[in-house]
T-cell receptor, first 113, second 111 residues
Framework: NAGVTQTPKFQVLKTGQSMTLQCAQD?????MYWYRQDPGMGLRLIYY???????DKGEVPNGYNVSRLNKREFSLRLESAAPSQTSVYFC????????????FGEGSRLTVL | TQLLEQSPQFLSIQEGENLTVYCNSS?????LQWYRQEPGEGPVLLVT?????EVKKLKRLTFQFGDARKDSSLHITAAQPGDTGLYLC???????????FGRGTSLIVHP
């Protein structure tokens, strides 16, 4: 059982380049999330998806777009990367509800030069 | 403004010591979770608390949810090097299922 799988694990981009982070979960969860983690900042929500076909902005959505391709997959796209987007990105999934456990991927470390 | 304040931000202790980390807010939470994150990995859930005053124990870890459901603490007894990691609290307010994370407490336990 793979849980939540993210690709790529590492990526270096130049300013202005675009890229897509892929995420897939095999737990049949309805809800999926993208977070970024920066030193001393904890996890900040970029976008989330309550169910297939819906997406909503989180705390820090500027510069990102998402696609909920189907129930399993939730991708994050950087259209024109900026150095401020250098971070570690985590995808997570959960059942809905106020006690739902979030299951995280291993993270994608992105550096924008 | 950070919804969840965690303290201390950093903690470096010797094996065998006890420690407590805190998660505080001015908001009332419908549930609060604690996660532990090891270097190079994603956070993993330790516990979920939902009832004011609730205390849960997980081996050497004791979690408490404040009576007013605005704060929580994590106490570790006789810390071990394997406890090293980033401890994150995450709370849900109102009817929202979206959790908000604190900035975390980075714990290092030296052998």
């Amino acid at each position: 059982n793979a849980g939540v799988t993210q690709t790529p694990k590492f990526q270096v981009l130049k300013t202005g380049q675009s890229m897509t982070l892929q995420c897939a979960q095999d737990m049949n969860h309805n809800s999926m999330y993208w977070y970024r983690q920066d030193p001393g900042m904890g996890l900040r929500l970029i976008y989330y998806s309550a169910s297939e076909g819906t997406t909503d902005k989180g705390e820090v959505p500027n510069g990102y777009n998402v696609s909920r391709l189907n129930k399993r997959e939730f991708s994050l796209r950087l259209e024109s990367a900026a150095p401020s987007q250098t971070s570690v990105y985590f995808c997570a999934s959960s059942e809905a509800g106020v006690t739902g456990e979030l299951f995280f991927g291993e993270g994608s470390r992105l550096t924008v030069l | 403004t950070q919804l969840l304040e965690q303290s201390p931000q950093f903690l470096s202790i010797q094996e065998g010591e006890n420690l407590t980390v805190y998660c505080n807010s001015s908001s009332v939470f419908s549930s609060l979770q604690w996660y532990r994150q090891e270097p190079g990995e994603g956070p993993v859930l330790l516990v979920t608390v939902v009832t004011g005053g609730e205390v849960k124990k997980l081996k050497r870890l004791t979690f408490q949810f404040g009576d007013a459901r605005k704060d929580s603490s994590l106490h570790i007894t006789a810390a071990q090097p394997g406890d090293t990691g980033l401890y994150l609290c995450a709370g849900r307010t109102g009817g929202s299922y979206i959790p908000t994370f604190g900035r975390g407490t980075s714990l290092i336990v030296h052998p």
